[in-house]
């Protein structure tokens, strides 16, 4: 074995013979995942909601009992109307433009759109067989969704904060225990370097994130859950490498300043867990305010749970991940750097 | 053959403690060397500037001709170290250990596995290092700074936490491997470890070096008295005063009677015919001596 595996392989075993980093770093996030999702599993409106915008004919018209299955607001202001579809306040927009139905709605939740699709096609079609066949034509359009069932939004969300907390605790723990019971110290003395240790620490970290990742999709996906991976979802891997390396930065910074295991996860949780709240782990940032919505642009870990939802959930390009994915990378180097700074093999 | 260490007017301080001070010796290659010295003698940090762990405040120290600091990995295949407070990977067994160190050497499993073996830790290789005893800790650490076949080996305190029979087995493989060619340093506070095993011995206090030579000569060169006990009742305190030469010195302590002689040739004989020998034992010079010798005050290890 060479350097490198049998460094990865004594760290990845040291991990895995720990049952307490096993259960924070893996099933704890898991938990919630499993919590939030089976909370939040019921949260879709049960009367289909449709925002009107100016006169639509087919809707004036409409006969009683099809007032049981939709509601109908007004509304003048077609902004802010589309804006409250993306949020999914209500489930679709419908407006009149000439003979043509034009219907707003979020792909976001994909039973809300069929639903509300199937209900506006039936008011059209019956709406031709009483009048004049043909007169109005259905035209479904898609907003670009912001809002995101539960599920949805939970998933990147509390992966991106399971990821966040194994790589800061990984490299934060191996460092200081490793210092504190001298390995690092008997490590010096070997011709190891120390781009060797770093590296393997990379590795056994990107593979823990790997497998926090498949766990998480693996379960979310349950149809009990119901999440619904976008097609470019697994662009978010890179994401999710770029994230590590950038956790991985800050465990470096905890576990280089602090003396005892205990100080390094205390120093770990106080960077980590505000970074969930401020950073869109737990719950959307769209109506947050604007000073908490200006902190998480600051923190690594919005950056991850964003680019993450907009490629898993949000059907966004692949492309759409590059910002994201340069702001990680751009904030591991900086963070490393300090890292490398303050490293010490020896704590007396 | 090359000197393997060269240590000149070594200096190193920690706040208002000056550890080493003005250390200075040389090792030859193939050379076993002992330093000796009380608690807190400096002994640990003159290994660790050596092996490149510390550095120096001032003075210098080559390895083969190389400087140890900075850290240096041309040098570190050539040297094995067994670090006093021993350091082993989180949740991994003695197998898993010693491999993984081998391994950062290039050494194969195999070559790790018989090292274990040599160490008599063969049945304890699936036992987590967390678990192990401090001997077996210890003979463990000395496995993993062997197993790479050093060509110089740091032992500090190698035999501190060992049973009788372990510690024998331990000469045993440092004389075999001092017999191969290679250079061993140890430290120790027990004299008849450096007598057994030291070519040349350093006795070290206060970060100085008093005194450096074979351990033979330097006891041989002590002038310090023997001492002879017996059980207390077998020979009066008086009739013990009369035996005794001038310049002998007599005390009892409530379990032996005990005569402190520098002819205990001629004690003996007159206790043997007296037939006052129960309870015999007999004490020569040892580090203790050695040290009172040299400082004027008792050996505190
Ligand atoms: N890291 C440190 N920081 C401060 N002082 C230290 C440090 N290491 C050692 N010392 C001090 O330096 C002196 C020499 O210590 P050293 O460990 O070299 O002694 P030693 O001869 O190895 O003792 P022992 O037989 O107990 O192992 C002691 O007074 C000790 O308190
Ligand atoms: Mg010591």
């Known amino acids: ?348 | 053959m090359g000197k393997a260490i060269v240590v000149q007017d070594l200096k190193k301080r920690y706040g208002d403690v000056q550890a080493v001070d003005g250390v200075s010796f040389e090792v030859e290659s193939g050379e076993f060397f002992g330093i000796l010295g009380p608690n807190g003698a400096g002994k640990t940090t003159t290994l660790e500037i050596l092996e490149g762990l510390r550095q120096a405040d001032s003075g210098s120290a080559e390895i083969f001709g190389l400087s140890p600091w900075p850290r240096n990995p041309r040098l570190l295949p050539r040297i094995g170290v067994q670090l006093q407070a021993s350091a082993f990977f989180e949740r991994l067994t003695a197998r898993e250990q010693i491999r993984t160190f081998a391994s950062l050497y290039g050494v194969s499993p195999a070559k790790a596995d018989e090292m274990l073996e040599v160490v008599g830790l063969a049945d304890k290789a699936n036992t987590p290092a967390e678990k192990l005893s401090g001997g077996q800790a210890q003979r463990l650490s000395i496995a993993i700074a062997l197993a790479h076949g050093p060509e110089l080996v740091f032992l500090d305190e190698p035999t501190a936490a060992l049973d009788p029979q372990a510690r024998r087995n331990l000469w045993d493989l440092l004389r075999e491997i001092n017999a191969a060619g290679r250079t061993v340093v140890l430290t120790t506070h027990y004299m008849d470890e450096a007598e057994s095993l030291c070519d040349r011995v350093a006795v070290m206090d206060h970060g100085k070096i008093l005194k450096l030579g074979s351990p033979a000569v330097l006891v041989r060169g002590l002038d310090s008295p023997t001492h002879i006990s017996v059980e207390l009742g077998v020979i009066s305190l008086a009739a013990a005063k009369e035996l005794a030469g001038p310049g002998d010195e007599v005390a009892e302590d409530g379990i032996s009677l005990t005569i402190a002689t520098r002819k205990p040739a001629v004690i003996l004989s007159e206790l043997a015919e007296r037939g006052a020998l129960a309870g015999l034992q007999v004490r020569g010079a040892t580090l203790e001596d050695v040290f009172l010798d040299l400082t004027g005050r008792e050996y505190r290890a």
Do not use: C
């Open chain 1, 1 to 348: 074995m060479t350097s490198l595996s049998s460094l990865s392989r004594a760290m990845l075993l040291g991990f895995l013979r720990d049952k307490t980093a096993l259960f924070f770093t893996v099933l704890f996030p898991l938990m919630f995942l499993m919590i939030f999702g089976v909370i939040f599993q019921g949260s879709s409106a049960p009367k289909t909601e449709i925002l009107q915008v100016g006169a639509v004919e087919i809707l004036d018209s409409l006969p009683a009992e099809a007032k049981g299955i939709i509601q109908v607001t007004k509304s003048t202001d077609l902004n802010k109307g589309l804006e409250d579809v993306r949020k999914g306040d209500v489930d679709a927009l419908i407006r009149q433009e000439n003979n043509q139905i034009v219907l707003h709605y979020s792909q976001a939740d994909q039973v809300r759109a069929g639903t509300v699709r199937s209900i506006v096609d039936s008011f059209v079609q019956r709406a031709n067989l009483a009048g004049q066949p043909g007169r109005f034509q259905l035209r479904p359009e898609q907003v670009e969704d912001k809002s995101l069932k539960a599920i949805q939004f939970f998933t990147p969300g509390i992966l991106g904060w399971a990821i966040a907390t194994g790589a800061t605790f990984g490299a934060a723990m191996t460092l200081v225990s490793w210092r504190q019971k001298k390995i690092l110290r008997r490590l010096r003395l070997s011709p190891v370097r120390t781009t060797t240790i770093v590296s393997a620490r990379v590795g056994v970290s990107i593979g823990v994130a790997l497998l926090q990742t498949a766990l998480f999709l693996g379960v979310a996906t349950l149809p009990f859950f119901g999440l619904q991976l976008a097609s470019s979802w697994w662009a978010s891997i890179f994401l999710i490498i770029a994230g590590t390396l950038a956790f991985l930065a800050v465990g470096l910074v905890a576990g280089a300043v602090s003396k005892t295991p205990e100080g390094a996860s205390g120093i770990a949780n106080l960077l980590v867990l505000p970074m969930a709240f401020l950073g869109g782990t737990f719950f959307p940032l769209d109506d947050a305010p604007g000073w908490m919505q200006a902190v998480a642009n600051f923190l690594p870990l919005s950056h991850l749970t964003e680019g993450m939802q907009d490629v898993m959930v949000r059907g966004l390009g692949v492309t759409s991940i590059l910002p994201e994915l340069g702001i990680l990378l751009g904030f591991s180097v900086v963070v490393s750097l300090l890292a490398v700074k303050l490293f010490t093999w020896d704590d007396v």
